[in-house]
T-cell receptor
Framework: EDKVVQSPLSLVVHEGDTVTLNCSYE??????LLWYKQEKKAPTFLFML????IEKKSGRLSSILDKKELFSILNITATQTGDSAVYLC????????????FGKGTKLSVIP | DGGITQSPKYLFRKEGQNVTLSCEQN?????MYWYRQDPGQGLRLIYY???????QKGDIAEGYSVSREKKESFPLTVTSAQKNPTAFYLC?????????????FGPGTRLLVL
């Protein structure tokens, strides 16, 4: 059974801190790993990673994949209150060629 | 504007009632998906469709049904057989071919049982 495990489940930090969110996975046919940010409603896409060791960056957010050890990390530097959200990790394909398997998410709270 | 729309935003269901959640996309995406999200849980796949007139069960299809008569539309019916339907329902779509399988999500429908 495909599995995606995120840690920690929740995290509280102060503005300006740097955080690292973890995602480990076991899937039958790995194609890509995706990170999403979910505030109140729809998850919004952050990154898609397919190759090991190549860092993706967008502003203060960055992510890297280790296909040998089957995990990814999402880093957020100089956190702001607007970074407060649930961060979801998903890996595909799942059982069907288009399926993603999602982790439970990490709830990040950034306090002033 | 391209995007995915879901309606209604909130839906109330009485015992024994079937209700239908709407999902429409104008992104010309081939694949569409329905997920259920419960508090503290990740997204769980209910159904997905790769092309018109074809759909597949996901991990928790029991008590749900779907149709895909048009590329733009993928409605989800929560039937009376679904005993615990209270949840947040998210629809997503993705380009069917090429290296990208990134799924883009609609704003969601929150279903509550009266």
């Amino acid at each position: 059974e495909d599995k995606v495990v995120q840690s920690p489940l929740s995290l509280v930090v102060h503005e300006g801190d740097t955080v690292t969110l973890n995602c480990s996975y076991e899937v039958t046919n790995f194609r890509s790993l995706l990170w999403y940010k979910q505030e109140k409603k729809a998850p919004t896409f952050l990154f898609m990673l397919t190759s090991s060791g190549i860092e993706k960056k967008s502003g203060r957010l960055s992510s890297i994949l280790d296909k040998k050890e089957l995990f990814s990390i999402l880093n957020i530097t100089a956190t702001q209150t607007g970074d407060s959200a649930v961060y979801l990790c998903a890996v595909g394909p799942g059982a069907g060629s288009y399926q993603l398997t999602f982790g439970k998410g990490t709830k990040l709270s950034v306090i002033p | 504007d391209g995007g995915i729309t879901q309606s209604p935003k909130y839906l109330f269901r009485k015992e024994g009632q079937n209700v239908t959640l709407s999902c429409e996309q104008n992104l010309n995406h081939d694949a569409m998906y329905w997920y259920r999200q419960d508090p503290g849980q990740g997204l769980r796949l209910i159904y997905y469709s790769q092309i018109v007139n074809d759909f597949q069960k996901g991990d928790i299809a029991e008590g749900y049904s779907v149709s895909r008569e048009k590329k733009e539309s993928f409605p989800l019916t929560v039937t009376s057989a679904q005993k615990n339907p209270t949840a947040f329902y998210l629809c997503a779509s993705s380009i069917g071919t090429g290296p990208s399988r990134t799924q883009y999500f609609g704003p969601g429908t929150r279903l509550l049982v009266l």
